[in-house]
């Protein structure tokens, strides 16, 4: 149980373009997901908070505007790489947490190439 | 602000070492410790976690203590195997269940047979 899936697994696009990445919580509800990203050899580093109904909670130094965040129901949320360049290029990866327990399940991430 | 330090890899044994991986941590209050394990084409995976000082973690062999006087977490296996190979990040969240986590750059573990 507590699956975390993302689509695509893998994306290429031209500079410019907009990606969206999505996140789902195949087996249980989830009231709060995260969005991180890793850069190669660095730690992951949180870039949203996302709760179903309402508007996410970035953190400082993410643009809200390029990373557009949408948390429509309990089961999916998504990210939106708008207008991507090459230094968005990354890899990004969702968490979700299981109402109750708070413990974050982890999607496999995707890897996001901006050419 | 937050930080977790852990030892850079990779770290290479040999099957049925002792295995010791560092996590040091910076963090205000009193934050939850976690580790994850990512194996190879998979998402993170919770290891263990211990949420208050003197709290020992254990699961698959793995053993880390919080210790908050010298603000550590150390991973230990007494018998590493084969199958124990993967990337293990020391994580803390500091605030309530609802937060992010903090994560170090993870720890690349390669186990020879």
């Known amino acids: 149980g507590a699956v975390v899936s993302q689509h695509p697994s893998r994306v290429i696009c031209k500079s410019g373009t907009s990606v969206k990445i999505e996140c789902r919580s195949l087996?249980?509800?989830?009231?709060?997901m995260f969005w991180y990203r890793q850069f190669p050899k660095k730690s992951l580093m949180l870039m949203a908070t996302?709760?179903?109904?309402?508007?996410?909670?970035?953190e400082q130094g993410v643009e809200k505007d390029k990373f557009l965040i949408n948390h429509a129901s309990l089961t999916l949320s998504t990210l939106t790489v708008t207008s991507a360049h090459p230094e968005d290029s990354s890899f990004y990866i969702c968490?979700?947490?299981?109402?109750?327990?708070?413990?974050?399940?982890f999607g496999p991430g995707t890897r996001l190439t901006v050419t | 602000g937050n930080s977790v330090t852990q030892m850079e890899g990779p770290v290479t044994l040999s099957e049925e070492a002792f295995l010791t991986i560092n996590c040091t941590y910076t963090?205000?209050?009193?934050?939850?410790l976690f580790w994850y394990v990512q194996y190879p084409g998979e998402g993170l995976q919770l290891l263990l976690k211990?949420?208050?000082?003197?709290d020992k973690g254990s699961n698959k062999g793995f053993e880390a203590t919080y210790r908050k006087e010298t603000t550590s977490f150390h991973l230990e296996k007494g018998s590493v195997q084969v199958s124990d190979s993967a990337v293990y990040f020391c994580?803390?969240?500091?605030?309530?269940?609802?937060?992010?986590?903090?994560f170090g750059k993870g720890t690349h573990l390669i186990i020879q047979p």
């Open positions: 968490s979700a947490t299981l109402a109750g327990t708070y413990e974050q399940y």
């Open positions: 087996d249980f509800q989830a009231t709060t």
């Open positions: 996302s709760n179903e109904g309402s508007k996410a909670t970035y």
């Open positions: 963090a205000t209050g009193y934050p939850s």
């Open positions: 211990a949420t208050k000082a003197d």
């Open positions: 994580a803390l969240r500091s605030g309530g269940g609802a937060d992010g986590l903090t």
